[in-house]
């Protein structure tokens, strides 16, 4: 009903029709739901996160059989042989789901923001950092006040860290060890050099020597520049937060006394 027409009607019916055309706004109002960006994709996330954790675990335990078993049965290679397609056939179909789910204009975006997960299609040792898809069921590190988050932060970095020296190190092992001339032929070998290397050490008794080894000590080093930059962010974010705090016990307790002394 337009205005002219409602200034015309008697004041008990104008009323009534003011307050019948707020509750049809209001009603329309409250039947609008506003749709985040990528929110089919993120449920999809969502119910897959697990089972893609779980794989990751399971290739993480197949690729170890492979390379530290000197000898393997044929049953042992044949199971390693399936954990190995069944965990990339399931890990490409969901990348073309999530691609497929983000909203139109965003998909190269996405890309760009998930780079491990497109790496996982094509060098199967990222698809083991999946396993800390698992720390979500912590309940101590789903809260969300700073302590919590700094809690998920750093558990999230140390199982990455912790799964990336490993897997780094198998993955030189296996390159290294058959190579003429090679320093990385134990496993004890390959994880010191794993160690020394992400920590910017670097002793230098034990290096590759192979094209592929060289290639994996490059990923090594950006992956402990990453490391070291998430740490020096965690302990900034630690010391801001107890000197707010100790700020706030300052500036309480002088009120406290401004209070005290004004009575």
Known sequence: M???AIS??????????????????SSAASSLTVTPPDARRLAW???TSSTLAVLGLLFLVAYSLWVLVPQPADWLIIAIAIAVVVTWFVFAVDMIARIALTDRGRRVRFLVTHPLDVLALFMPLFRALRVAGLLKHIPMLAGRSGAAVRGSVIAHALVYATVYIYVIALAMLQA???????????????LWW???TITTVGYGDTYPVTGVGRFLAV??????IVIIGTASAIVVSYITER????RS???DAQESSNESSAS
């Open 8 to 25: 015309s009607l008697a004041p008990e019916a104008r009323l009534r029709a003011v307050l019948g055309q707020n509750v049809t706004m």
């Open 219 to 224: 990923l090594l080093m950006g992956g402990g």
């Open 243 to 246: 000197m707010n705090g100790q």
């Open 249 to 251: 016990s300052d500036g």
């Open 2 to 4: 337009s205005g002219v």
């Open 176 to 190: 290294e060890r058959t190579a003429p001339n090679a320093t990385i032929t134990t496993f004890g070998d390959a």
């Open 194 to 196: 794993s160690l020394v």
């Open 45 to 47: 996330e969502q119910r």
